[in-house]
């Protein structure tokens, strides 16, 4: 036990890696425009709070999360947008849904072209911050 120095932490964002993926196949023009439509126009995946909605698609993509604060640079992300049978379509820049999402998307979940039922679960962490993710219905 010679040199038990503790090694200091990168936060270089510089290292972050955006997820890039998308689980939707565009073969004609009507698939072409509810992609466009989904990418252009989701609503926030906050709104719908807990309920369990079906997902047919998934699509990440690196995004910048504005920082609030001027003196703070933005930050690096992944814009995750999750369409729906209903027609609608949700975004977030959550990264505990895009962990889950990664997982979903590196399991084949989403492969068969079925409908998912999925429901967001919301955790408070000991900080004070809040952990999202996607839970299987």
Do not use: W
Not at 67 to 77: E, I, Q, T, Y
Not at 86 to 110: C, H, P, Q, W
Not at 119 to 136: F, M, W
């Amino acid at each position: 036990m010679e040199n038990m120095e503790l090694a200091t932490a990168n936060n270089d964002m510089a290292i972050y890696q955006a997820s890039q993926y998308s689980t939707v196949e565009v073969h004609d023009a009507q698939t072409r425009k509810m992609v466009a439509n989904a990418a252009n126009n989701a609503t926030s995946l906050s709104e719908i709070g807990n309920a369990v909605f079906e997902a047919i698609g998934v699509m990440a993509k690196p995004g910048v999360r504005r920082s609030r604060d001027k003196n703070v640079p933005d930050a690096p992300c992944t814009d995750c947008i999750i369409l729906c049978t209903n027609g609608k379509a949700y975004f977030t820049k959550s990264e505990g849904i895009r962990k889950a999402l990664d997982n979903l998307v590196g399991m084949g979940v989403f492969e068969d072209g079925e409908p998912v039922k999925i429901r967001v679960v919301t955790s408070q962490l000991q900080n004070g911050n809040t952990l999202k993710t996607l839970e299987l219905v």
